[in-house]
């Protein structure tokens, strides 16, 4: 009888061990999602014509080579629309992370923060340089920001910060809760 409670405790460890293992194998909807490249388009909303492209690239991942970073140099006193595109280029063909995102959104929320300091704390973030206003909602009314106006104010040198906060369950427009999936830097120049 002992002999065969030890051998159905060992089984049920066993088991129990083999799902427990499968189940953390099992991607899950919540997960991050794998950013290596981020692409900004401004359009100057009073001249349409006139963009400006900047583009983030870390195709390594962190810890790897150091990310291809175009510096952004915008108008002072200029209104655009920001439009942000997101990509997993380790997957052939590459990834559309924005459209995950888009069909997420209830889950997710971009913001575009202005540091004075390259690499500084969230709470560092300054309103001096911009006035950047989401222009997408998701299906609660809140922001997801892949779509922004971005009003210049006067010359500013510093950092531009996209960050892409994935917040499921927990969003609330604010950038407190959840996790960050991808954060890219880039110098920028008002003037």
Not at 112 to 131: G, K, M, W, Y
Request: proline share 6%.
């Amino acid at each position: 009888m002992k002999k065969n409670i030890a051998l159905f405790a060992a089984a049920a460890t066993l088991l129990f061990a083999a799902c427990k293992k499968e189940k953390n194998e099992t991607p899950t909807e919540n997960e991050n999602e794998e950013i290596t490249t981020v692409k900004l388009t401004f359009t100057n909303k009073a001249v349409p014509a006139e963009k400006v492209i900047a583009t983030w690239k870390d195709l390594d991942g962190s810890g790897g080579t150091a990310p291809v970073i175009d510096k952004i140099n915008l108008k002072a006193n200029t209104t655009y629309t920001l439009a942000t595109e997101v990509l997993d280029e380790t997957k052939n063909p590459p990834d559309n992370v924005t459209e995950e995102i888009e069909e997420e959104a209830d889950e997710h929320r971009l913001f575009h923060l202005f540091f004075v300091n390259a690499n500084a704390p969230v709470t560092d973030s300054v309103n001096t340089a911009a006035t950047v206003i989401p222009l997408d909602k998701d299906a609660n009314n809140l922001p997801i920001g892949l779509e922004v106006s971005v009003a210049t104010k006067a010359a500013f040198t510093g950092f531009l910060r996209m960050v892409v906060r994935h917040q499921p369950g927990t969003k609330n427009g604010t950038y407190g809760p959840g996790s960050t999936d991808a954060s890219a830097e880039f110098p920028i120049e008002i003037k």
